[in-house]
C-alpha cells in the first residue's frame, strides 16, 4: 500500500519532493492552499473561542466549508502526484504517445490545478468576509492564508500555462484553457 502525501511527516514530505519522482509543483501549490486553509481555521477558533461572536451565524458555516476545502486540498496533493507520475516519464523518455492520449493527459493535470484554483478563490472569499469581524491579532493570520493562496493560485496557473503550451494540434481548446 502506497502512503497517501498528506500522511508523511513535513521532513518526509519536504524530501519526497526533493526527489527525481512526484510529487511536484502541484501537489506542492495544493500543500501551501491547505496552509492557508489550517491558518484560516485557526483564526475563526479563536474568533468562536470568543463569547462576543457566540451570535455570529457565519461562523459554522465557515468552519464546515474549509473543513471541506482542506479536505479537498489534502487528496488534490496526492491527485496531482498521481497525475504527474504519469506524465514524468513521457518527458525522460523518446516514448511517443498519440496526440490525443497525450492532450487527455495533460487535460487531467490541469483539472488539478483548476480544481486547487477553486478551492484557494473559495477560502478568500471567506477570509475576505470574515475580515470584517476579526480582532486586530487575528488579521495577521488571515492576511497570512491569503498569501498562501495567492501562491497557491499562482502555481496552479503557471502549470496549466505550461501544460496549455505542451498541447498539441488543439488551437480552440487552448483558447477555451486560457480563458478559464
Known amino acids: 500500500d502506497e502512503v497517501m502525501l498528506k500522511e508523511l511527516s513535513v521532513e518526509e514530505f519536504l524530501e519526497k519532493l526533493s526527489s527525481e519522482?512526484?510529487?511536484?509543483?502541484?501537489?506542492?501549490?495544493?500543500?501551501?492552499?491547505?496552509?492557508?486553509?489550517?491558518?484560516?481555521?485557526?483564526?475563526?477558533?479563536?474568533?468562536?473561542?470568543?463569547?462576543?461572536?457566540?451570535?455570529?451565524?457565519?461562523?459554522?458555516?465557515w468552519q464546515d466549508e474549509l473543513a471541506s476545502l482542506k479536505e479537498t486540498l489534502?487528496?488534490?496533493?496526492?491527485?496531482?502526484?498521481?497525475?504527474?507520475?504519469?506524465?514524468?516519464?513521457?518527458?525522460l523518455s523518446p516514448m511517443e504517445l498519440e496526440t490525443k492520449e497525450w492532450n487527455q493527459?495533460?487535460?487531467?493535470?490541469?483539472?488539478?490545478?483548476f480544481a486547487i484554483a477553486d478551492a484557494c478563490f473559495a477560502a478568500m472569499?471567506?477570509?475576505?468576509?470574515?475580515?470584517?469581524?476579526?480582532?486586530?491579532?487575528?488579521?495577521?493570520?488571515i492576511r497570512f492564508a491569503a498569501l498562501n493562496w495567492h501562491t497557491a493560485l499562482q502555481?496552479?496557473?503557471?502549470?496549466?500555462?505550461?501544460?496549455?503550451?505542451?498541447?498539441?494540434d488543439q488551437a480552440d481548446l487552448k483558447d477555451h484553457i486560457n480563458e478559464r
Open 21 to 61: 519522482k512526484a510529487p511536484g509543483s502541484g501537489s506542492a501549490a495544493a500543500l501551501v492552499g491547505a496552509c492557508g486553509v489550517s491558518l484560516l481555521l485557526l483564526a475563526l477558533h479563536l474568533c468562536s473561542a470568543n463569547s462576543k461572536y457566540d451570535s455570529e451565524q457565519p461562523i459554522q458555516l
Open 74 to 91: 489534502e487528496k488534490l496533493i496526492d491527485e496531482d502526484a498521481a497525475v504527474l507520475e504519469r506524465v514524468l516519464p513521457l518527458f
Open 105 to 113: 493527459l495533460l487535460a487531467e493535470a490541469m483539472s488539478v490545478s
Open 125 to 141: 472569499g471567506i477570509a475576505k468576509d470574515m475580515i470584517q469581524m476579526a480582532e486586530p491579532n487575528l488579521v495577521c493570520d
Open 155 to 168: 502555481g496552479s496557473m503557471m502549470l496549466n500555462q505550461t501544460n496549455i503550451d505542451l498541447m498539441r
